[in-house]
């Protein structure tokens, strides 16, 4: 395992991110990722069920704007606007459903009539979606159906369809049957994500809105375990505040609070979205970097640096402490060992650099 005492000049470097869009269809970034264990088998059910009460043999639900649980969503952007968009199909003698992004144009338009099922026997037909990509590319779909997924405080989750490649309609009794499944599709999702939200506050510091102590101790496992198994680097970080009790003590309790809070985002900024950071406890603060060796968790940590000495601080500057400690996938230790590294880093540099330092 190595242990780092990070202190050496920065070094900027830059990344970039572009993303674009043109016209009514939206590609997307990532097309194909992972949906949460919990979404897909759902989906899965709910569109089978869609699709045998309609006899359609194709069967799709969209997801337009509201957050449904996914860990890993695809994410449009549109006129300078992010949006989480993702589609779920289901084809003949398919099990389970696809992820991916075809054409949003007609969910989009179902989505702005809650409660009321849109239908279109012929898109080919139709002025409005002639020249549509779902009529005119693959999978070259002619009869369309579907009803708004719309949650109880009016956020449009999506939509959930059925089609068809020939032209038809839906019988009364399939139009009423839709629009009721359609309905419990809306109360699983919602119950689902009220489920998500109050296990998230659980998990979540009520200060600094980053992970608490429980959430650290459940992603430390869960990286620990996909560290062995795929036989990547593992780094942690440890940071604190460097005289945070004469801080408080000379600016109060409340000031102290806005500093760990402003500290928060500034640690958070220069990470990547596989990442962790919590608040391990006072002003301390646990950074996991999946897939970092040394090097990497050295730069991240003068990237952090960087960043706490370009703020401006109310009151005063601050200086931090922070160690790092990376474990590879030869050496034999356990993620207690990896914790306790870092920790011992920390204070090594704290002590080394302020003798005295209570």
Not at 304 to 315: E, F
Request: one cysteine or more.
């Amino acid at each position: 395992m190595t242990i780092r005492d990070l202190h050496n000049p920065y070094k900027p470097d830059a990344t970039a991110l572009a993303r674009g869009t043109s016209g009514s269809r939206i590609q997307l970034a990532n097309a194909g990722g992972e949906a949460d264990a919990w979404l897909e088998p759902m989906l899965s059910d709910f569109i089978s069920l869609a699709t045998s009460l309609c006899a359609a043999p194709i069967g799709m639900v969209t997801q337009l704007h509201a957050d449904i649980g996914l860990q890993h969503p695809f994410v449009s952007v549109v006129n300078g606007r992010g949006d989480i968009r993702n589609q779920w199909w289901r084809f003949p003698g398919q099990n389970g459903v696809s992820r991916t992004a075809v054409d949003f144009s007609l969910c989009q338009y179902a989505a702005r009539r809650p409660r009321e099922l849109t239908e279109i026997a012929d898109l080919r037909a139709d002025p409005r979606f002639g020249e549509s990509a779902l009529a005119n590319g693959t999978p070259q779909v002619n009869f369309y159906a579907a009803v708004p997924l719309v949650s109880s405080n009016g956020d449009v989750m999506g939509t959930l369809c059925v089609m068809d490649r020939q032209p038809r309609q839906l019988t009364a009794v399939q139009r009423d049957a839709f629009l009721k499944l359609g309905r419990q599709l809306e109360g699983q999702l919602e119950s689902r994500r009220t489920m998500q939200k109050l296990e998230q506050q659980t998990l979540t510091d009520a200060l600094t809105g980053i992970g608490n102590r429980r959430s650290f101790d459940l992603r430390l496992r869960e990286e620990w375990t996909r560290h062995l198994r795929n036989a990547r680097p593992l780094s942690m970080l440890m940071v604190d505040v460097d005289y945070f009790k004469q801080y408080n003590d000379t600016y109060g309790h409340p000031a102290g609070d806005a500093l760990l809070s402003q500290l928060a985002r500034v640690l958070r900024s220069p990470l990547r979205a596989s990442d962790f950071l919590a608040r391990y406890g006072g002003d301390e603060f646990s950074l996991i970097l999946p897939d970092t060796d040394e090097i990497g968790a050295h730069q991240v940590g003068e990237r952090i640096k960087r960043a706490v000495s370009m703020v401006k601080w109310p009151h005063t500057d601050i200086e931090i402490s922070l160690g790092a400690a990376t474990v590879t996938p030869s050496e034999m230790c356990d993620f207690h060992a990896l914790l306790q590294a870092a920790d011992k880093a920390k204070y090594q540099r704290k002590h080394g650099r302020n003798p005295g330092h209570a």
